[in-house]
């Protein structure tokens, strides 16, 4: 029997794995599943392998306070060569570009295990944005056997530099598995509720940003603008899970103390989360998830970046980027009050990010990836 090892270790991986780790159990008769946890982030994570019903076989419980991106590479590195030699994977699996997915692959490349990468194709093309996740990807790129592509634009991206097509498939993101699968079995929980009924009948704007390339002058001028925005309508009420990064709360102390109408709450579970999104007038975000997530459930969002690797949310019309500048973000808020057009497009548009089935879909292209290498399936 092969044995499929999933690694993850924040927040956007467990969401986006869930899915894949729940398709390869619906095959344990043919394979093996080993889920492990770099636990890279360690609060913001543990509610959701919980929520997402994932059951971690290992934990490296790398993360210590203060800890610099080389030292979690270093640990998770170091970690995973026991653990490689005693579980034996056949293909080891990771997501997107966080510095987990960058250990795990170069581990297994170093053991000689394939490696296959969900979510395969994104690229800003500056290097150094966001950084390092840019080059995180492109080096996983280098290191991968398998590439999952979400959209055409990704696939077309690997062709480019050089993957071979039968190398890739075109699968979706499993993020719209998540939600869809999380939407529909939940309800917002008591707190929330309760949140949500005192701003009823408003228009809401839901808030993230937690960016490294936004901290500093930049996140403070969107928040400036954000409240200012807010001041100016009575009938605005924004929500802001802050994100427990030390550089956001003390942006959020700055510019968000005393303001009227504007709810900076602990981050949010991530079946919340999807409830708060689906109340949302307007979304305002840096995140990468956020994008995906915004044209699953039909809102408008502005990405509050100068640049991203999700050109399909732009493209389809649901999303506008808004760059560093406060004074645009505050000229595309009042836009948007006025703006009904751009509502009606994001409500009818087809999502560019799949249509839930990528978890199978993968284990779909596993299944014959294994069965090519060997003849057997
Ligand atoms: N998210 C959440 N609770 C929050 C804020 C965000 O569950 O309070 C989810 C969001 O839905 C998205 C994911 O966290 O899917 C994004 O994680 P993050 O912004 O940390 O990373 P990125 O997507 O930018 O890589």
């Given at each position: 029997m092969r044995t499929i090892l999933t690694l993850f270790g924040?927040?956007?991986?467990?969401?986006?794995?869930?899915?894949?780790?729940?398709?390869?159990?619906?095959?344990?008769?043919?394979?093996?599943?080993?889920t492990v946890s770099?636990?890279?982030?360690?609060?913001?994570?543990?509610?959701?392998?919980r929520e997402l019903d994932i059951n971690v076989d290992h934990d490296l419980a790398v993360m210590t306070p203060g800890q610099t991106p080389n030292a979690v590479l270093?640990?998770?590195?170091?970690?995973?060569?026991?653990?490689?030699?005693?579980?034996?994977?056949?293909?080891?699996?990771?997501?997107?570009?966080?510095?987990?997915?960058?250990?795990?692959?170069?581990?297994?490349?170093?053991?000689r295990i394939p490696v296959a990468h969900v979510e395969a194709g994104l690229r800003t093309g500056n290097r150094l944005s966001p950084f390092p996740e840019e080059m995180n990807?492109?080096?996983?790129?280098?290191?991968?056997?398998?590439?999952?592509?979400?959209?055409?634009?990704n696939v077309d991206i690997l062709l480019a530099e050089g993957v071979q097509k039968e190398c890739i498939a075109l699968t979706g993101n499993p993020v719209v598995d998540a939600l869809q699968r999380i939407l529909g079995r939940s309800t917002a929980s008591p707190k929330l509720a309760q949140l949500l009924d005192s701003i009823s009948g408003k228009r809401l704007i839901?808030?993230?940003t937690h960016r490294r390339e936004n901290f500093g002058q930049v996140m403070s001028s969107h928040l400036k603008a954000l409240r200012r925005f807010v001041e100016r309508h009575s009938d605005v009420e924004l929500v802001f899970?802050?994100?427990?990064?030390?550089?956001?709360?003390?942006?959020?102390?700055?510019?968000?103390?005393?303001?009227?109408?504007?709810?900076?709450?602990?981050?949010?579970?991530?079946?919340?989360?999807?409830?708060?999104?689906?109340?949302?007038?307007?979304v305002a975000s840096d995140s990468g998830g956020v994008q995906e997530e915004a044209p699953s459930l039909g809102k408008p969002l502005l990405v509050l970046r100068d640049?991203?690797?999700?050109?399909?949310?732009l493209d389809c019309g649901v999303g506008r980027l808004v760059g560093h500048s406060g004074e645009r973000l505050e000229e595309m808020l009042e836009t948007a009050l006025v703006d009904e057009s751009w509502f009606d497009t994001v409500r009818t548009t087809k999502n560019p990010f799949g249509k839930g089935d990528a978890g199978e879909q993968i284990a779909s292209a596993i299944e014959r990836f294994f069965t090519t290498k060997t003849g057997d399936a």
């Amino acid at each position: 029997m092969r044995t499929i090892l999933t690694l993850f270790g924040t927040r956007p991986e467990i969401i986006k794995l869930a899915p894949v780790i729940w398709a390869l159990e619906r095959r344990s008769e043919t394979w093996r599943s080993v889920t492990v946890s770099s636990s890279q982030h360690t609060d913001l994570l543990r509610p959701f392998i919980r929520e997402l019903d994932i059951n971690v076989d290992h934990d490296l419980a790398v993360m210590t306070p203060g800890q610099t991106p080389n030292a979690v590479l270093a640990k998770v590195l170091t970690a995973l060569e026991p653990l490689f030699l005693a579980e034996k994977p056949d293909l080891v699996l990771v997501q997107g570009d966080t510095t987990t997915a960058i250990a795990g692959a170069l581990a297994a490349f170093y053991a000689r295990i394939p490696v296959a990468h969900v979510e395969a194709g994104l690229r800003t093309g500056n290097r150094l944005s966001p950084f390092p996740e840019e080059m995180n990807r492109r080096l996983i790129t280098q290191l991968a056997d398998l590439h999952f592509a979400a959209t055409p634009n990704n696939v077309d991206i690997l062709l480019a530099e050089g993957v071979q097509k039968e190398c890739i498939a075109l699968t979706g993101n499993p993020v719209v598995d998540a939600l869809q699968r999380i939407l529909g079995r939940s309800t917002a929980s008591p707190k929330l509720a309760q949140l949500l009924d005192s701003i009823s009948g408003k228009r809401l704007i839901v808030l993230t940003t937690h960016r490294r390339e936004n901290f500093g002058q930049v996140m403070s001028s969107h928040l400036k603008a954000l409240r200012r925005f807010v001041e100016r309508h009575s009938d605005v009420e924004l929500v802001f899970p802050v994100h427990p990064n030390p550089s956001v709360r003390t942006a959020v102390d700055a510019e968000f103390s005393g303001a009227g109408r504007i709810h900076c709450i602990e981050p949010l579970e991530y079946t919340d989360f999807l409830h708060l999104l689906s109340r949302a007038w307007l979304v305002a975000s840096d995140s990468g998830g956020v994008q995906e997530e915004a044209p699953s459930l039909g809102k408008p969002l502005l990405v509050l970046r100068d640049t991203t690797e999700r050109p399909e949310v732009l493209d389809c019309g649901v999303g506008r980027l808004v760059g560093h500048s406060g004074e645009r973000l505050e000229e595309m808020l009042e836009t948007a009050l006025v703006d009904e057009s751009w509502f009606d497009t994001v409500r009818t548009t087809k999502n560019p990010f799949g249509k839930g089935d990528a978890g199978e879909q993968i284990a779909s292209a596993i299944e014959r990836f294994f069965t090519t290498k060997t003849g057997d399936a």
